[in-house]
């Protein structure tokens, strides 16, 4: 685990197991091919995101495949090596998929609970390139975590290139986006989550 503090909130970022990773991948095969199972699972109309498709990921499937378990021992080592508090609750709201194409994009939103994180389960070969070539940062495609405004020795914000595997622990309430990408049909895939924790945990210290 690499915990960083970019800005104020620290923010954790773990290696998913790689039968993690294709247990979730396979499930997303299946639930596109399933009518019905899309629908009833379908969770666009609860997330921010302007985007091909974004589901629920159903509380049998995450018990079956460690998936919860992943998320809260990770979220337990976070908070303990990182803030010296021991969780005595983990709780997931929710966990869903987002699957992200060409000129899709997530508009800057916050999640709810104390706890959220995403990671990757597909990232395109190449997210294009921008429209003035000579630009020096590339945001295609990229999530970009957002805390506070500019100050003198702390930047307000933390941009995060997606690779498949790696998860990122943060603050439910951090303002972030996705940017869009071109130049390519391939699928952006991506898995979030919210948790609660209990009360002394999610206190300011």
Same mark, same amino acid.
């Given at each position: 685990?690499?915990?960083?503090?970019?800005?104020?909130?620290?923010?954790?970022?773990?290696?998913?197991?790689?039968?993690?990773?294709?247990?979730?991948?396979?499930?997303?095969?299946?639930?596109?091919?399933?009518?019905?199972?899309?629908?009833?699972?379908?969770?666009?109309?609860? !997330?921010?995101?302007?985007?091909?498709?974004?589901?629920? !990921?159903?509380?049998?499937?995450?018990?079956?495949?460690?998936?919860?378990?992943?998320?809260?021992?990770?979220?337990?080592?976070? !908070?303990?090596?990182?803030?010296?508090?021991?969780?005595?609750?983990?709780?997931?709201?929710?966990?869903?998929?987002?699957?992200?194409?060409?000129?899709?994009?997530?508009?800057?939103?916050?999640?709810?609970?104390?706890?959220?994180?995403?990671?990757?389960?597909?990232?395109?070969?190449?997210?294009?390139?921008?429209?003035?070539?000579?630009?020096?940062?590339?945001?295609?495609?990229?999530?970009?975590?957002?805390?506070?405004?500019?100050?003198?020795?702390?930047?307000?914000?933390?941009?995060?290139?997606?690779?498949?595997?790696?998860?990122?622990?943060?603050?439910?309430?951090?303002?972030?986006?996705?940017?869009p990408f071109s130049d390519t049909t391939e699928e952006r895939r991506s898995?979030?989550?919210?948790?609660?924790?209990?009360?002394?945990?999610?206190? !300011?210290?």
């Amino acid at each position: 685990m690499e915990i960083s503090k970019p800005f104020g909130p620290s923010i954790a970022k773990v290696i998913i197991p790689e039968e993690i990773i294709f247990s979730m991948n396979n499930y997303v095969e299946e639930i596109i091919t399933n009518k019905k199972k899309s629908n009833d699972l379908d969770f666009g109309r609860n !997330l921010a995101g302007n985007v091909q498709q974004e589901f629920r !990921l159903d509380i049998e499937f995450m018990k079956k495949n460690n998936w919860a378990e992943f998320l809260g021992k990770s979220c337990q080592k976070w !908070l303990l090596e990182g803030h010296n508090i021991s969780l005595k609750k983990f709780e997931i709201i929710s966990s869903w998929i987002v699957r992200q194409f060409k000129n899709e994009y997530n508009p800057i939103h916050y999640h709810g609970g104390q706890i959220s994180g995403v990671g990757y389960l597909k990232v395109p070969k190449d997210m294009g390139q921008t429209i003035q070539k000579n630009k020096k940062v590339q945001h295609n495609g990229k999530l970009v975590l957002i805390d506070g405004s500019k100050k003198f020795l702390c930047n307000p914000t933390y941009i995060i290139t997606p690779k498949v595997g790696e998860f990122y622990f943060f603050p439910s309430y951090m303002m972030h986006t996705v940017y869009p990408f071109s130049d390519t049909t391939e699928e952006r895939r991506s898995v979030s989550f919210n948790a609660k924790i209990d009360d002394d945990s999610a206190k !300011l210290k």
